[in-house]
T-cell receptor, first 114, second 114 residues
């Protein structure tokens, strides 16, 4: 069973378009995240939601808007795509109880903006 | 701000050898967690091992073990009897207790040669 899934896995689009990436987790976790991995493989957090409430919003352009319809889903919508948005976007989830609450990652979505 | 540094961009060893990946971090917090994640060519981020800062005993998971030196803020990963399937990017990550944000190092590309 897939724990954290993302769709699509690959996304190729032109500058100026609007696109969405969907994420779903079936682990029963209450916290979900979006990370961006750039061309140098550096991973940086973008957003985090806990029980549908935004708790982390790093310095991300307003063109990026996360939406969490429920605890199991966290979508990322990107407006007016730019070349610099090309990257791999990872969704992750964790349970915000217990001690270490590891984050479990989805397979990533490779976004290419042409 | 917390930072994580992996000083070895690339490493290469022969199959069955032991290899150690370095990681240092900077924080003024005393309660935190450290992780090593593996990212094979498939792109999936896989948790390898975690360490709670309050534990003096080094974590071990089969062929993977860590050398946690809290005073030195060092957290190295040792892979024993390396296998071809260990070829991947390895990321060291840090999280403060009670916070959700994972801070990643730049990654080390490890190649296991036959």
């Amino acid at each position: 069973d897939t724990a954290v899934s993302q769709t699509p896995k690959y996304l190729v689009t032109q500058m100026g378009n609007d696109k969405s990436i969907k994420c779903e987790q079936n682990l029963g976790h209450d916290t979900m995240y979006w990370y961006k991995q750039d061309s140098k493989k550096f991973l940086k957090i973008m957003f985090s939601y806990n029980n549908k409430e935004l708790i982390i919003n790093e310095t991300v352009p307003n063109r990026f808007s996360p939406k969490s319809p429920d605890k199991a889903h966290l979508n990322l919508h990107i407006n007016s795509l730019e070349l610099g948005d090309s990257a791999v976007y990872f969704c992750a989830s964790s349970q915000h109880t217990g001690q270490a609450y590891e984050q479990y990652f989805g397979p990533g979505t490779r976004l290419t903006v042409t | 701000a917390q930072t994580v540094t992996q000083s070895q961009p690339e490493m290469s060893v022969q199959e069955a050898e032991t290899v150690t990946l370095s990681c240092t971090y900077d924080t003024s917090e005393s309660n935190y967690y450290l992780f090593w994640y593996k990212q094979p060519p498939s792109r999936q981020m896989i948790l390898v091992i975690r360490q709670e800062a309050y534990k003096q005993q080094n974590a071990t998971e089969n062929r993977f073990s860590v050398n946690f030196q809290k005073a030195a803020k060092s957290f190295s990963l040792k892979i024993s009897d390396s296998q071809l399937g260990d070829t991947a990017m390895y990321f060291c990550a840090f999280r403060i207790q009670g916070a959700q944000k994972l801070v990643f190092g730049q990654g080390t590309r490890l190649t296991i040669n036959p």
